[in-house]
């Protein structure tokens, strides 16, 4: 069980300067993006920075839902800066990126495909040092200052795959939940739907003593390892204050209360699927946001198409947990009625179709696109998505039911439309 350092509270940014100070930082590289290096979040870090007389220089040519090349840019910055600690400022695309730049700069060596997750990198494990690395997360999201991942679309197959290794967890996640309120609505939505998923999908996903074959070295084992007791703590209390806050969150901009709890619940969460790991909404979202057409959501100030990845994610989401509800019913029945569903009269072999229908109305109730159809996708499109999931192994596999490519074309079209 691998535990992250978290500080959390309102201004604990301005410590970030001590932090470095403190590590005897000499160089030190601030990565953003192009958006938020000029908002709250970013000009906190660096009076703190300044403040405290550290040297640093800034990388805010991140891209929101990373590629391999911008992978590739980020760490030929940090090859270049011979940096001595990171710090990253943004959402899950900042943090990821900067995750990547620290490892490939502390194995200069490497080729980009070891350390990218099987069958479609070498997955290699890190057996190298790595530098400090303090993350101050921006939306309450991916739980990525908690977590050895990273992710990005890799272009040439159209997909996303990823990095996953304990040893690019970040060193500290300074949660201060001002930075929450620069956030526009709609990100507050898709970045609270990954929150969303990472619990039930945690909480639901294959036990630990189920997955199979055991690592012949500990230093084999994955970081996402199945459905345990430890996680599952983390998950149900998340998947509480989602249920409880989200939709304030993002119907009031002004509403602190409700933007701090979420800020702790994706932290909360990202320590539960950071060792249990996530399953088929994750799975199938890797192809929906790498086959992204001509989408481009609102509140989202890129000049490229994206599907932001909280949406890739919980647009397949009914469609998936009424396939896996078979398995562990009563855990989708609790979530369901954690999520405000009455199962009071309810009968263990509906929880499926219970829980389904919850999120339906949850996304209903949250103006979310209706399904896949609604982002750009059709019929036509199934056997590429089908595709593109297939690579997943890493997530797929810890679905507690398993899946043909039949199943999978099923929760596709399933997802076509929800409501």
């Known amino acids: 069980m691998a535990i992250s350092n978290i500080r959390y509270g309102e201004g604990v ?3 970030i300067g001590m932090d470095l100070q403190n590590l ?3 160089r030190v590289c601030v990565m953003t993006d192009k958006n938020l290096s000029k908002l709250p979040p970013v000009n906190a870090v660096l009076n703190s920075l300044a403040k405290y007389g550290i040297n ?5 040519n991140v891209r929101v839902e990373p590629t391999d090349q911008s992978f590739l840019d980020a760490i030929r910055f940090a090859k270049k800066g011979e940096f001595d600690a990171y710090v990253a400022v943004g959402g899950g695309s900042v943090i990821d990126t900067c995750k990547a730049a620290n490892l490939y700069a502390a194995s200069p060596t490497s080729e980009f495909l070891d350390y990218v997750n099987a069958p479609i990198g070498k997955g290699k494990p890190v057996t190298v040092p790595l530098k400090p690395l303090i993350a101050v997360p921006t939306t309450s999201g991916t739980g990525s200052e ?6 990005f679309d890799f272009k040439e197959l159209k997909v996303k795959t990823g990095i996953a290794s304990r040893a690019i967890k970040p060193t500290l996640g300074i949660i201060d939940p001002l930075h929450t309120l620069s956030m526009p ?3 507050v939505a898709n970045s609270g739907f990954d929150v969303l998923c990472h619990a039930l999908e945690s909480y639901t996903a294959l036990p630990y003593n189920m997955r199979s074959p055991c690592p012949s070295n500990p230093i084999n084992r994955p970081a996402y390892q199945g459905s345990n007791p430890v996680s599952d703590v983390w998950a149900l209390h998340a998947l509480r204050i989602v249920a409880k806050y989200l939709k304030r969150a993002i119907r009031n901009p002004e509403d602190r209360e409700a933007r701090a709890n979420m800020h702790l619940a994706s932290a909360f969460a990202g320590i539960g699927f950071g060792n249990a790991g996530v399953h088929l909404c994750h799975g199938m979202s890797y192809p929906i946001s790498g086959l992204v057409k001509t989408y481009k ?5 890129v000049d490229h198409s994206l599907v932001p990845h909280g949406l890739s994610v919980v647009l397949t989401s009914p469609a998936v947990f009424a396939f896996t509800a078979q398995i562990h019913p009563e855990r989708h029945l609790e979530a369901a009625e954690i999520l405000g569903a009455d199962i009071r009269t ?3 072999k509906d929880a499926g179709f219970i829980l389904a229908d919850t999120l339906r109305k949850f996304l209903f109730d949250l103006n979310v696109d209706d399904g896949l159809a609604a982002i750009g996708y059709s019929k036509a499109d199934i056997p590429a998505l089908v595709k593109g999931t297939l690579p997943q192994e890493r997530v797929t596999k810890l679905s507690p039911r398993p899946q043909t490519e039949e199943d999978l074309s099923a929760l596709f079209e399933a997802s076509m439309k929800l409501y």
Request: charged share 30%; hydrophobic share 30%; net charge positive.
């Open 13 to 15: 940014t301005k410590e």
């Open 24 to 26: 005897g930082a000499r």
């Open 56 to 60: 640093f220089q800034i990388y805010d």
């Open 146 to 151: 908690t977590t050895g991942v990273a992710i």
């Open 185 to 187: 609505e709609r990100i």
């Open 297 to 301: 959501p609102k509140d989202y100030n």
């Open 346 to 348: 309810a009968r263990i």
